[in-house]
Nanobody, 113 residues
Framework: QVQLRESGPGLVKPSQTLSLTCTVS?????????WEWIRQPPGKGLEWIGY???????SYSPSLKSRASISRDPSKNQIELQLTSVTPEDAAVYYC??????WGQGTQVTVSS
């Protein structure tokens, strides 16, 4: 089974850019799989952020499209998420997901000054 591990700063100030990484145990899958980012705000359901295809094309939630960017770095076995101009509403547990069965443990993000 593929292991995914999210990592990030934990605490980000409003208006800053959030950068998260998902490190994948099997690097051969980086460019051969869909990779998605999903988040869960406190007390709310899962929210899809976007994905990157094997081709490198990306797709995002309409509500986050202007601020989200997903990329990949095969040399580091990583999938990356950047979210610009964060607000407290972006506070959530962020998950990396490889359809349809591989999830990371999630990384908590707090947005506060």
């Amino acid at each position: 089974q593929v292991q995914l591990r999210e990592s990030g700063p934990g605490l980000v100030k409003p208006s800053q850019t959030l950068s998260l990484t998902c490190t994948v145990s099997d690097g051969s899958l980086i460019t051969n799989s869909y990779w998605e980012w999903i988040r869960q705000p406190p007390g709310k359901g899962l929210e899809w952020i976007g994905y990157i295809r094997p081709s490198g094309d990306t797709s995002y939630s309409p509500s986050l499209k202007s601020r989200a960017s997903i990329s990949r770095d095969p040399s580091k076995n990583q999938i990356e998420l950047q979210l610009t101009s964060v607000t407290p509403e972006d506070a959530a547990v962020y998950y990396c997901f490889r359809p349809w069965s591989d999830w990371g443990q999630g990384t908590q993000v707090t947005v506060s000054s």
